[in-house]
């Protein structure tokens, strides 16, 4: 798929999923390359008037930075522990609508928005619709730097292929200053399962798994826009 489609594609999704956004809502701001276009356009709304009294909780710095700039006013989970909605992008998405995020190695603060959200919209295109977890992506598994190669060994132990995510020469470090351990587990048959056990793992901070969150998933593909509801 060419680039400029894939682009489009996202842009398809995003401004469709940023229709469900109303006046007065606490919107969670997605991470990524297609939640972007949603956060755009919920700027471009509340700017012409569409949108009033919207209050934006950004799920990373890259986003909230973005955020600033477009002029969206911010809010914290200290001063809204509710959010209304939250459109944010994903790696995977299974039938289920069980997913794998964390290919931008923000799902630690993705997590925790998505917890506090009533409405769970994730925007892809359809390349990221799959069959089973793990079938074309590694989770992410955040970890402390603190004896890494442990948890990399406990992952192997799990029968994963773990590789420590690196930006450039040095290791990739997330907004929580955390590594990633990106855990090839081929395809998972019990997802839940799996994240239990990641969860029960001193080390491990968060991994990438979210796990019957998603309400709502809009799939953007040749054939135009599908919302998919759970």
Same mark, same amino acid.
């Given at each position: ?16 999923? &940023?229709? *469900? ?15 972007? *276009?949603?956060?755009?356009? =919920?700027? #471009?709304?509340? #700017? ?13 710095? &890259? ?20 959010? !209304? $909605? ?28 998505? @917890? ?34 442990? @948890? ?8 994963? &292929? ?9 290791? *990739?470090?997330? !907004? ?7 855990? !090839? ?11 239990? @056990? ?12 979210? $796990? ?12 135009? =826009? @599908?919302?998919?509801?759970?």
């Amino acid at each position: 798929m060419p680039a400029m489609n894939s682009d489009a594609l996202k842009r398809q999704a995003g401004e469709f999923a &940023a229709g *469900f956004v109303e006046s007065g809502m606490i919107v969670g701001l997605g991470s990524g390359s297609t939640a972007i *276009f949603a956060t755009r356009r =919920i700027a #471009h709304s509340l #700017h012409s008037g569409e949108l009033t009294g919207v209050l934006g909780l950004p799920t990373s710095l &890259a986003t909230e930075a973005a955020a600033i700039e477009l002029g969206i006013p911010l809010t914290t989970l200290a001063r809204h522990p509710r959010v !209304d $909605i939250t459109i944010d992008g994903a790696d995977e998405v299974d039938p289920k609508f069980n997913l794998i995020k964390g290919g931008g190695g923000a799902h630690l603060r993705e997590k925790i928005v998505a @917890q506090a959200t009533e409405r769970l919209v994730i925007v892809a295109d359809d390349s990221k619709l799959v069959d089973q977890l793990g079938a074309t992506w590694a989770i992410p598994v955040e970890v402390i730097p603190f004896g890494w190669e442990s @948890q990399a060994a406990y992952l192997e132990s799990l029968g994963a &292929a773990p590789t420590l995510r690196m930006n450039g020469d040095a290791p *990739f470090h997330t !907004d929580g200053g955390n590594l990633i351990l990106d855990a !090839d587990f081929g395809p998972i048959v019990d997802p839940a399962a799996l994240a239990r @056990q990641l969860e029960s793992r001193a080390g491990i901070v968060e991994h990438g798994l979210f $796990i019957g969150m998603t309400r709502d998933v809009v799939v953007a593909g040749a054939d135009g =826009i @599908q919302h998919l509801r759970r």
